[in-house]
């Protein structure tokens, strides 16, 4: 059987990731950083399914953190196939000018360096070269990578081109280590994050302005990375795929 672990596996496009990475056979580790209710919701709703999952917390901007996750997930399911590195988050929208140093601190420590942590350690427990039977990484970054969002959060934008980036590159440097680095950028998705913009309504007005006419669905964004995770995707390395509607 599969192990996945997946990062913000607790709501929204990871908790989607979680179950139908369950209902395909995939064994869970769902990380989460706050919400424990959400992630114990999550949890069970695969176990009720009739899969198997475990709950891990864990800031991923902490180094500390980051290497235990993988370690206990590893330890749970006795290896690991797939890593989601998804969890990250977005601040109220506003110009560059307008933002504190604070805000911009936290953005890149846990969109950037969280990212790149994970992606590290993925890349020592799922390598060949090691003890692991290679594997598929998916990295969640986001439209706003190609658009830069200006008057809303151009931290958020280049923090996830920061991802996109390192998913060209990593997947150089682990094609012949027997692991997949790539990468979904999705954008108008229906989730909670949009609130912590400032503007909970943004997926279904700004959905309305592609040329799908509407929003994304967490699940839609979850299908296509569990085709990442997958054997149907073999030959697929270094791929930034747009989920935006057309846009
Ligand atoms: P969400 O509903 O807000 O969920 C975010 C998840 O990340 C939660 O599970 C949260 O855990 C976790 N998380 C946040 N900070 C963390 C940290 N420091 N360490 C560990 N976990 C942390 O967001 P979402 O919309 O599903 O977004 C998931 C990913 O998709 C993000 O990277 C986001 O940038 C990207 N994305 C989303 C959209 C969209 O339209 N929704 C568009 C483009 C890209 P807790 O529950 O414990 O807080």
Redesign the pocket.
Known sequence: MKSVLI?????????ATALIAASRGWNVAI??????A??KDTRAAIERAGGKAICI?????REA?VTAMFATAAKEFGSLDGVVI?????APAMTLAEMSGERLERMFR??VL?SYLCAREAVRHLSRAGSGRGGSIVN?????ARTGSPGEYVD?AGA?AAMDTMTVGLAKEAGPLGIRVNAV??????????A?SGNPD??RILGKQTPLGR??T?DE?GEAILWLLSDASSYVTGALIDMAGGR
């Open positions: 990062t913000g596996g607790s709501r929204g496009i990871g908790r990380n989460y950083v706050r919400d424990e959400s992630a917390k864990g800031d991923i901007a953190d998804n969890a990250g988050v977005v846990i969109n969280g969640v970054s986001s439209l706003a958020y996830k950028r999705p954008a108008f998705i229906d989730t909670e994050i949009h912590t943004r997926a929003e994304g967490a964004v």
